[in-house]
């Protein structure tokens, strides 16, 4: 399975057992980030599954989104910046220098359950269409 097809499929598993996610989502890069547009991370109660990046970006943008699941609200959303540039010496720590925006929405079984399941089947069919070829290392 690729990236986007397991999170899916944990998204799917996740509401099927009742339980609210919060869906981070980087949506637009500046300069040199760990991940690129388009990455996901599932946030749960009991942890997470994927990545945006991992370090404190990713932590800053998990501490917003438990915050979201916390909220007596089946909707909501927030607009994380994470500043990866700080005030170091980059080269000596292996940052990465730039800035990701990562759009964070609450997800919940009632809402969502229906748009889980498309997602992951329009993510397996993609597959197919593209073969195997397509995901083998170039």
Not at 21 to 43: C, D, Q, W, Y
Not at 105 to 121: E, F, G, N, T
Request: aromatic fraction near 6%; charge should be negative; charged fraction near 30%.
């Amino acid at each position: 399975m690729s990236g986007s097809d397991q999170i899916w499929a944990e998204a799917l598993r996740t509401l099927e057992r009742g339980q609210r996610f919060a869906l981070a989502t980087v949506v637009n890069v500046r300069g040199s980030t760990p991940r690129e547009v388009g990455a996901k991370m599932i946030v749960r109660h009991d942890g997470q599954f994927g990545t945006i990046g991992g370090g404190c970006g990713e932590a800053e943008v998990f501490r917003k989104a438990r915050v979201l699941l916390e909220e007596d609200n089946d909707r909501g959303a927030r607009l994380a910046e994470v500043d990866l540039t700080g005030d170091f010496d980059q080269r000596e720590i292996g940052t990465c220098g730039g800035i990701m925006d990562v759009f964070v929405d609450l997800w919940s079984p009632a809402r969502d359950l229906a748009i889980a399941r498309k997602l992951l089947l329009r993510s397996y069919h993609t597959l197919r269409e593209l073969g195997e070829e397509a995901l083998q290392p170039a």
